[in-house]
């Protein structure tokens, strides 16, 4: 009888180096992460295949839970609204939804979306750059929230009031200075120059439009709280100044998102999970502003957040396999995974917290990792220290929630079916593998083009 | 391929090179090979042990072999350095 046999791991040598330790001491990111919410990471890959987005709907639930409470312990007349755009997976949406999530989305394809998702539409807040008129329309019919972001839609809006004998509820986009870097000025019209004023009076001296709400948006993945507090002045400022000259309440503020999550920026000298404020502070920071800023108890306008990023990311987790080792000519250790940039998009901005799926000794060595493209920008962390990966190992990748699942790119390689873990620890298919006839099913070849001969 | 003969070598893997000053951390199996290859065994011992005595197959142990070999050499702990490569 043999005896049985002992657990392999790839030999590895690294060289010490004194005095290169940073000050936090030793990153502990080779933690392995086995299961998520009671599921094995390995049944997970072998169930649904590999890569695997996985949406814990647990975490996103505490952290929606989170958030709404930081913010009501504070302000009286709160709601949230879900940024589409994050992730627009309808699993996702309509969790939120089911939390109480009002929709805000930044298309009329979103919009559709929202609609379809059931929510009605006078809970829709339409923002963006770019909404026609046919989509206008539908926004006007179903009384939606428009918030407007240049003249050329604000006469459009009027335009169609008029036709249509219908009175379009509207928002403005005010951009402003909130003493962060760089300043947002591309959306809506400006505070400190006057078109936000200028844009306020041409709706209010016209009574084809309700002008029902001031809405700022003041950039993304903020990390200074009393940006926001800056901002709710301002805009609780305009508020009182429409109520003393034109006699009419605004109905909400909404203070848009970028709330930062806690993904650690490239470049960054902190952790993102120290670095990022949490939700008590961007609350405080915004309640207090507003509640200061001098309004009657019965004239506190509603407060209303579109943060998307901070509530889905840390519910978001991508899964994946080792394609390969190599050794790079400076004698780095490169690792091959089966994911790259076109699913992973925001490794462009992240360093992106990755864990081995399984158990391994304390060894670990510095490699870069790697997607599977074919293209030489596909690389999803320039520097990580992991234990020796071997062909076929496991890893997952942390706080992929946000932007990932809407940006990917159909690019070289498919998309992987994404998979909900439910409360009860159950996993659902909410996105399938694409298949090569969901790309070429959209697709025409002319008749002249069909034969050839080689 | 020969190892430095005076290579200090403790069992949890940590190995000291005197004649250089560097020191290295090696894992429970690159101390083993470090170990064999001091005794004098050649590739093909130590891939008979490795695979004997651990879950790999024959290709994938020479793969990570050759490599950690490279590795020995490129932190200079093999008699000759970098021309005992060719």
Redesign the interface.
């Known amino acids: 009888m043999s005896a049985k ?12 180096n004194v005095g290169l330790m940073n000050k936090f001491g030793t990153r502990t990111e080779y933690t392995p992460l086995t299961h998520i919410d009671g599921n094995s990471v390995k049944d997970l890959l072998g169930k649904f295949g590999s890569p695997l987005f996985v949406i814990s709907e647990r975490t996103l639930r505490r952290t929606f839970r989170e958030a709404n409470r930081s913010f009501k312990t504070r302000y009286p007349k709160v709601q949230f609204a879900w940024s589409y755009k994050t992730n627009y997976m309808n699993a996702v949406c309509n969790a939120f939804h089911q939390e109480g999530s009002w929709a805000e989305v930044v298309s009329g394809f979103e919009y559709q979306k929202a609609l379809n998702n059931g929510v009605p539409g006078n809970k829709i807040i339409f923002n963006g750059p770019d909404k026609t008129e046919a989509e206008l329309k539908v926004a006007i019919a179903n009384n939606s929230m428009i918030h407007i972001d240049h003249l050329d839609e604000l006469y459009l809006i009027k335009e169609i009031a008029v036709e249509s004998n219908k009175k379009p509820r509207v928002a403005i986009r005010v951009n402003m200075d909130t003493g962060v870097y760089p300043m947002w000025d591309r959306f809506g019209f400006n505070y400190e120059n006057g078109q936000a004023w200028d844009a306020i009076n041409k709706i209010m001296l016209n009574d084809k439009m309700e002008l029902v709400g001031l809405h700022s948006h003041i950039g993304t993945f903020m990390l200074t709280p009393s940006a926001y507090g800056m901002a709710a002045s301002k805009l609780s400022h305009l508020a009182l100044e429409i109520k003393k000259k034109y006699k009419k309440n605004i109905q909400y503020i909404d203070m848009g998102g970028g709330f930062a999550s806690k993904n650690t920026l490239k470049g960054s000298y902190l952790q993102g999970i120290d670095a990022s404020p949490t939700f008590d502070q961007f609350a405080e920071s915004i309640c207090t502003a507003i509640l200061n800023a001098g309004f009657t108890e019965t004239d506190l306008p509603l407060l209303i957040l579109e943060t998307g990023r901070a509530l889905i990311d840390e519910s978001g987790y991508l899964l994946g396999t080792v394609v390969s ?1 190599k ?1 790079l000519s400076d ?1 780095r250790r490169a690792t091959i995974l089966d994911f790259g940039v076109n699913i992973l998009f925001t490794s462009f901005w992240y360093d992106h917290k990755i864990s081995p799926a399984q158990e391994f ?1 304390q ?1 670990t060595e510095d490699a870069v990792l790697y997607g599977p493209l074919c293209m030489n920008i596909d690389v999803i962390r320039e520097n990580i220290t992991l234990p ?1 990966l ?2 076929d190992d496991h890893v997952v990748v942390h706080s992929v929630g946000a932007y990932n699942m809407t940006q990917w790119m159909q690019f070289i390689a498919l998309r992987p079916a994404i998979v909900m873990i439910d409360m009860e620890g159950n996993s659902h298919i909410i996105r399938k593998r694409e298949t090569l006839d969901s790309i070429e099913k959209d697709e025409i070849v002319p008749k002249y083009l069909k034969d050839f001969k080689l | 391929m020969k190892l430095k003969k005076n290579l200090a070598l403790s069992d949890s893997g940590f190995v000291f090179d005197p004649s250089t000053g560097d020191s290295f951390s090696t894992n429970p199996i690159g101390l083993e090979i470090i170990r064999m290859l001091k005794e004098g065994k050649n590739a093909n011992d130590i891939k008979n042990h490795v695979t004997k005595t651990y879950m790999t197959d024959d290709a994938s142990f020479e793969k990570d072999y050759y490599d950690f070999v490279n590795m020995l050499t490129k932190h200079n702990l093999v008699e000759g350095g970098e021309k005992e490569k060719n």
């Open positions: 046999k002992l657990q392999y791991e790839r030999p590895v040598i690294q060289k010490l080792n050794r004698g000794s060894y020796p071997k062909r």
